[in-house]
């Protein structure tokens, strides 16, 4: 039984909570929120305890440590849960800063923990289902890849002021499909951007609608279109082109349900946003990382994914200001 | 917090295990089963007590019973939950004999409790909010039905025998469907059957292909197909007329992966069967059940569903042995 | 060169003057209609002399007859037509008495000439290549053809008055479809129907909704379901479960334009009535005779065809009155 | 009566004869062509002479010129044509030199000519539907195009080695699609492209692979995806976010035929390449010419329209060899 400590009480802790609670070989010991009324239910539903970091990663009952507060407290939480010897479970990012994000790295392997990183479309079934096809080789070597990913709406102005602006927020994502499905890490970057949702992003110095490309060592190619904004709710496709065909992954909807009236033919739209959507896929990573720290092997991905993912995303930012190519060395 | 007794802890049983330990408002206590490891089984991961049906239904805590045990023990376990005062949550059928039948139906009616049939497919997503939207109007007046139902492969011939035959045992599901979405009763059962798929079927004395046309009183057409075998899946579709439209709902995929190749463009089969289509559909339907023994409501679908359900099957197979339209007084 | 001379000069006539004119192997002669300013402007437009009906038989120039004038008319020009010793391509119905239908079969038989009988869905391309793949074997032995065929709207009250009546009318394509794809002769028929689109249609004697359910001598099944109106335009759909899979037809759509809005997913309504729909069909039937009269290989469908189709309706329409199923010897 | 001559009986040409003689208004007078025996059969289908250019251009009956011919013939032809007065309809490219488009361009403006440009996929029922759609306002404001133009496989090396290479060849489409949809001229162009798909073409100076990102004033973007090689067929895809919504143009297929197996549910692949997926667009581009001639207004699109792709072309080409962003005046 792996007991957890878990940081941070609120929505996609609450996801966490209950997939540990639904694990047959998982425990919700510990729980640590700055809103104490938060961790309290979540406490009491689960029969945990609320109580300060410093009691969480003293207990050496406790196995692993979800880091699910906001993101300025990730860096701190990791070093100290690490240097208390739990393996970690860490909600993208890891930090803003990719030095800052080495040092996590250097403190995690020192200590000798696992650290995974919770790049959770990795596990959507869709998602995972079309990796696992082109890995075997279905559509023959893969040519290029297209990630379309569009929020249903933008968050609010006071996130995007603190969010390390849409590359490394929101297409860090992308960023990390795009290296599991390229198969090779993208060694130029071209990104291009706009300000089209709300002028308050452009005055908050972001963007929220951009295109970047990537080139990998051996010339196959991916692009990746974001919003922040999609009428019709969360655009989540992938494709990729192979030399013997291509392999897709559509959006997911609520029911089957379709009406023919004098209108048209209409369906749903795609699922609203992240919890609905990728509801199984949070499920499954939850599952793999128990697996694997019960089976003491490498959580995937990790927490040198979460760096990459970084290193594009800051290339991605400069191409864009720099009008120009940016080519990283691996 | 409503505590349960079950009945079962079979596959089924196990389902709703889950479902109820899901739930925040409902505990199970005891779980019955003439199979003691699968009772023991149960029990343990919930912390519930494995007793005889006397001791589980004499607790005057124990507000509901469920029962998912084995056909030929409904009938008995309705009227001695009824007898304890429970509300009861029972698999269909309620029994094969439509006298049984009402007596069930009269007990629980004299004890004053809920008696909920477990018709699953009310509460699938897509057939639910098929019935809501067609409920409220937006294809018009109901003009014709069409249910597809095929199983991915006949159970086993000592299933077939004892099961009460195709249109008591399988098409009972789409007859009850039939009802819900003609918003009438039908009053002409018209039948077809034939052994296509297994010999074996025929040697039992039942049918594996089936069509049955209903017509209510103001003129609703339905038509309903059925089929022992489907070699790509489940197949559970639904489709209705109206005067200003059509709604369908179509089969349920694992993901959403499309492989586009020299060979075509192909997807997912439908899910494989009951267990995967109607995962949402089971949870959805404890918990409605939950909700109205909670609030003193009604449970719906209810007996008198079941036993209308069975009148229907009954008259669908006296119409494939006679050859002849048979008609039903409501 | 085969010389055509044609009989009605309305909508599906200018369908067929077209495809002559496309064919480098045919040419159209000769227009007959009683209406001079429809027949003048088709034989304007390509060429061709408009003549009375004897006029155009006697020319020994002429090969073939296109008989595309209305049904009450059919019988006849199909008798002088063989006697004249033209080749005949003849529009549906060749008659509404099964009696008459018989002569022209014998008058045609007699006087040697090959006799086709427009059942254009044949040639639908999708229709065409699944009887095809069905034909091949693809998904095993047939078990269940389901035909969906629902007009856009009912036709003119005078036009059902003197139209034979759904079965006869507007069915009899369907029963066209259901002999082909079932590949074994239907020997029982159960019908039932409504009136529910129009009161006009009850008072004209006729039904405009019906479900007709076919079995063959070996068990095949077979249901078809018609509405006189589909809010949605023309909607034409066959599917056919074998052993080993199912094969399906869906409706053709004038664009693949998707739009996704805060409302759901829509795309286009099936293709308006059969004109568009069946576009590409009345071209390849017509080629098909073309090929066939040239390379003096007998037309499919044929005379017999009309006959048998006619007999399933007549049998659906007495089911329908009886309340029985009937039961037919080939 | 618009009387043409056209130059080149090639496959391209076969379908604008066709398509001339199915338009009431318009016929093919004089074809020309170094293949005699390729312009001598067309001529005979169609009562047409074959002639030489002078002869053709002399004929003051003539009204309007097809350029159907070898590209390298095109600039030489329009002027031709310009000079003898006719209405031109080329095929693209006018030429693969910026500076002789623009000669040609002056040409005809100074001989006061209509000069239509074959941009064939404006006209596909798909694309020209979306776009009429988007013109409407249905998705609000133009953010995102997105357009996927990949080929079924390579033309042969020795038309790539002067084809002017794929940006200039195969993507000068695409950058028309986007023009046109974008609805503002894109001032940055960015490129990436890659040898994938086989390495002659490498060796012939080319890529065979590859991604282009426009951005237009106002922020506007545009990602186009190409590839010579697509293993399904002709991958012809559009999708355009706006504000509102989304409007896309999927694939055509030549059938609705879907086979649902153990193995899948698969439906046909895409169209196998332009003859089939724009025949429509074929008939469609030479009809509204013929309209806009015959009614004297102004063919779109145009000569400009030719000469904008193919700067956009060049700054593509140009972009990828400097692995910047380059930008646009207009």
Redesign the interface.
Known sequence: MLEFCQFGAGRIGAIHADNIALH?GATLRYVVDVNEAAARAMAD?YGAQVVSTETALADRAVGAAIIASSTDTHADLIEAAARAGKAIFCEKPIDLSLTRVESCLEVAKEAGVPLALAFNRRFD??FA??QR?LAEG????V??V?I?S?DPAPPPIDYIKVSGGLFRDMMIHDLDMARWLLGEEPV?V?A??????DPAIAEAGDVD???V?L?TAS???C?I?N?R????GY?QRIEV????????????R?????????????????LYFFLERYAAAYKAELDAFIDAVSSSTEPSPGGYDGHAALRLADAALQSFKE???VTLVW
Do not use: I, W
């Open positions: 047959s539903k079934p869709s289902t079309l096809r279905e559509v023959g070597e040519e290029m297209c379309t569009r130029e071209a291009t951007a706009s300000c089209l949702v609608t951009a295109l490309t080139r010339g196959r190619l692009q279109s919003s904004r999609a009428a019709y655009d082109l192979g030399s013997k065909g291509m392999l897709r992954a559509e959006n997911h609520p029911t089957t349900v379709e009406a023919a009236t004098g209108d048209g033919v209409s369906r749903d739209k795609p009008k120009r190519t």
